[in-house]
């Protein structure tokens, strides 16, 4: 898997920063390190000012940097010691907490992603609160591509309670939506110090023609998810490759085939060439699953190194018409 590197500020006196550099899959020198990133799925946790801000005990830089985090929109990874946190969350130009949680120990090597979800008007397991999700990582071979689905909503769980099921579709009109893929993705009430399940899957092998192709996250109504296509009344988001946050849209398409140096902005909205495993990997494995086939470059589409996007839901805001919304970055 191709993680992008980042820099960051060491924390003076708590230390809870430490020194970049490159260990194994996370990108850092310190065995005892982990990666944590936050996802602002609240629609109304900023209020009027635009944006939240959210610390980790023992800093005093926002994890969100010098710009206020807006909805759906995510931070880049920090790397912190392995061990557990307070986060905190202010609206943008408060110092007044309207949210605090405590993260379970992080693991060592491992990327955490805290999504801020729920509302600030909601109550009991609509309110506001931190989803904890620990992303399994996979060092994937050259050319593979990986989806890692994570339901972080509430509204669309209160509808679901079953699940999420999530899945791909034809960028055509109307869409067409193929088979969910994989495992239902679970929403869980959250627990002080606990971090939620998650969906991994690998979509099957091939490329897809113009205009394109997405992600969807539907409702369900069994527990073993729907065996065939979701009617479009039960498909309540989809997202393009274009649709996601400057900064990741190249961690996916870089280079392009005519370049060893130009991005490709993928304007058909051509995900990867997809590529099954065999094995499919479980959530809890780490091994470096073997594709097959091997893909072939195919013209005009995007060439992608080894990387992994994950998908979260997150309550649609209000006026939408949507029970949920989504937000993919890839590392």
Same mark, same amino acid.
């Given at each position: 898997?191709?993680?992008?590197?980042?820099?960051?500020?060491?924390?003076?006196?708590?230390?809870?920063?430490?020194?970049?550099?490159?260990?194994?899959?996370?990108?850092?020198?310190?065995?005892?390190?982990?990666?944590?990133?936050?996802?602002?799925?609240?629609?109304?946790?900023?209020?009027?000012?635009?944006?939240?801000?959210?610390?980790?005990?023992?800093?005093?830089?926002?994890?969100? !940097?010098?710009?206020?985090?807006?909805?759906?929109?995510?931070?880049?990874?920090?790397?912190?010691?392995?061990?557990?946190? &307070?986060?905190?969350?202010?609206?943008?130009?408060?110092?007044?907490?309207?949210?605090?949680?405590?993260t379970p120990t992080l693991g060592a090597n491992t990327r955490y992603t805290v999504v801020i979800a729920g509302e600030k008007a909601g109550t009991g397991n609509s309110a506001l609160q931190c989803?904890?999700?620990?992303?399994?990582?996979?060092?994937?071979?050259?050319?593979?591509?990986?989806?890692?689905?994570?339901?972080?909503?509430?509204?669309?769980?209160?509808?679901?309670?079953?699940?999420?099921?999530?899945?791909?579709?034809?960028?055509?009109?109307?869409?067409?939506?193929?088979?969910?893929?994989?495992?239902?993705?679970?929403? &869980?009430?959250?627990?002080?110090?606990?971090?939620? =399940?998650?969906?991994?899957?690998?979509?099957?092998? =091939?490329?897809?023609?113009?205009? =394109?192709?997405?992600?969807?996250?539907?409702?369900?109504?069994?527990?073993? =998810?729907?065996?065939?296509?979701?009617?479009?009344?039960?498909?309540?988001?989809?997202?393009?490759?274009?649709?996601?946050?400057?900064?990741?849209?190249?961690?996916?398409?870089?280079?392009?085939?005519?370049?060893?140096?130009?991005?490709?902005?993928?304007?058909?909205?051509?995900?990867?060439?997809?590529?099954?495993?065999?094995?499919?990997?479980?959530?809890?494995?780490?091994?470096?699953? &073997?594709?097959?086939?091997?893909?072939?470059?195919?013209?005009?589409?995007?060439?992608?190194?080894?990387?992994?996007?994950?998908?979260?839901?997150?309550?649609?805001?209000? !006026?939408?018409?949507?029970?949920?919304?989504?937000?993919?970055?890839?590392?």
């Amino acid at each position: 898997m191709r993680l992008r590197r980042f820099a960051f500020v060491c924390a003076v006196g708590a230390c809870i920063l430490a020194a970049c550099g490159n260990n194994g899959l996370l990108g850092t020198t310190v065995a005892t390190q982990s990666a944590i990133r936050v996802i602002n799925g609240s629609p109304d946790a900023a209020g009027s000012t635009g944006g939240i801000n959210v610390f980790i005990s023992g800093t005093t830089t926002a994890l969100n !940097g010098s710009t206020a985090l807006a909805y759906g929109k995510a931070t880049t990874l920090s790397y912190v010691n392995s061990q557990s946190y &307070t986060v905190t969350v202010n609206q943008s130009g408060s110092t007044s907490s309207i949210l605090s949680c405590a993260t379970p120990t992080l693991g060592a090597n491992t990327r955490y992603t805290v999504v801020i979800a729920g509302e600030k008007a909601g109550t009991g397991n609509s309110a506001l609160q931190c989803q904890i999700f620990a992303e399994t990582v996979y060092s994937l071979p050259a050319g593979s591509f990986q989806l890692a689905f994570h339901n972080a909503s509430p509204a669309l769980n209160a509808i679901s309670p079953l699940g999420a099921g999530y899945g791909t579709f034809a960028n055509s009109s109307p869409p067409v939506y193929n088979n969910e893929a994989g495992p239902l993705a679970m929403f &869980t009430a959250p627990t002080s110090g606990v971090a939620n =399940g998650i969906a991994q899957n690998v979509l099957p092998a =091939g490329s897809q023609a113009p205009p =394109g192709i997405g992600v969807y996250v539907s409702t369900v109504t069994s527990s073993s =998810g729907a065996p065939n296509p979701p009617s479009p009344g039960n498909v309540q988001a989809t997202l393009l490759p274009s649709q996601l946050q400057p900064g990741y849209i190249t961690a996916i398409y870089t280079p392009a085939p005519s370049s060893s140096a130009a991005p490709c902005t993928d304007p058909n909205n051509l995900y990867p060439y997809y590529q099954s495993p065999s094995p499919t990997p479980s959530p809890a494995s780490t091994t470096a699953p &073997t594709p097959s086939p091997t893909p072939s470059p195919v013209a005009g589409a995007c060439a992608a190194l080894s990387t992994v996007m994950s998908v979260y839901a997150i309550d649609a805001l209000p !006026g939408s018409g949507n029970v949920a919304s989504l937000v993919g970055v890839s590392d």
